[in-house]
Structure formats: structure tokens, C-alpha cells
């Protein structure tokens, strides 16, 4: 049996700002912790040098991994957080993940997100890096 995770935006506060939830309450057995993900190939080639948009599908295809990995999907996952290196690329990050978004989460129960903009990641090649915690 799969964890119960409720998401939910508080009366309270402002609505969020795109397509993520305020707030994830998870009954589970277990956590998983997932690293940060970024666009290398399981050969730890860089996939889309210079192309957001590819290395978006990249870091939410080893995401999906992670979690396969795990016996979870990305319905377990309880909260993200994003770094962009780039404040430009802040409208492709918003397009990209919500084209994802609707087929990994079709009821609109979107986990909790931190975006942040860094100055950088570990390569300076990698554009967006995405670690989740998910209930299992």
C-alpha cells in the first residue's frame, strides 16, 4: 500500500504562484530522500548543452528513475526543490514543467516546490537541478 500524502493550500496564505501547493502531509512508512537531479545520461554524458528545455526532460527523467528505483512515482513525492541558474529561464522552467505536470499529477495534487536561482551548480554546463522527498 502506497503512502497517503493530502496536499492543500492554506485560506491564509497567497495563492501559489504556479503549479505547486503550499503545503504536503504524508502518512507513510518510509521517506526517500532523492538528490539533486541534473541532465546526465546514465553515462554520465550531459544531455542538452544549452537547451533548457532538454535538460528539463533529462533531470525529470533520472527523477523518474530514482523513484522507479524505489517501487514509488512521481504521485509519492511530498516536496521539491528546484535550482535554475539562470532567472531567464524562468518562464521555460514554468512551460516545461507544467506540459509534465499534466501527466504526472492529472488530479492537480502538486507537491510542494522551492524554487530557488543559484549562481551556479557542480558543471557550469548544467542549467536546473531537482532533488524530491518522497513517502512510500
Known amino acids: 500500500m502506497g503512502a497517503e500524502i493530502q496536499t492543500y493550500n492554506p485560506k491564509t496564505i497567497a495563492k501559489p504562484l504556479g503549479l505547486y501547493c503550499h503545503v504536503a502531509r504524508a502518512r507513510a512508512t518510509e521517506y526517500l530522500h532523492i538528490a539533486g537531479q541534473v541532465s546526465l545520461s546514465g553515462a554520465g554524458e550531459l544531455v542538452g548543452a544549452g537547451d533548457f528545455e532538454a535538460q528539463m526532460h533529462q533531470t525529470y527523467a533520472n527523477l523518474r528513475a530514482a523513484l522507479e528505483s524505489a517501487g514509488a512515482g512521481f504521485d509519492s513525492v511530498v516536496k521539491y526543490t528546484t535550482y535554475l541558474t539562470r532567472r531567464e529561464d524562468l518562464s521555460e522552467y514554468r512551460r516545461v514543467r507544467n506540459a509534465l505536470y499534466e501527466d504526472f499529477y492529472p488530479r492537480g495534487n502538486y507537491p510542494p516546490n522551492t524554487l530557488l536561482i543559484v549562481s551556479g551548480l ?15
Do not use: Q
Open 122 to 136: 557542480v558543471n557550469d554546463d548544467l542549467l536546473v537541478e531537482i532533488e524530491a522527498v518522497a513517502a512510500v
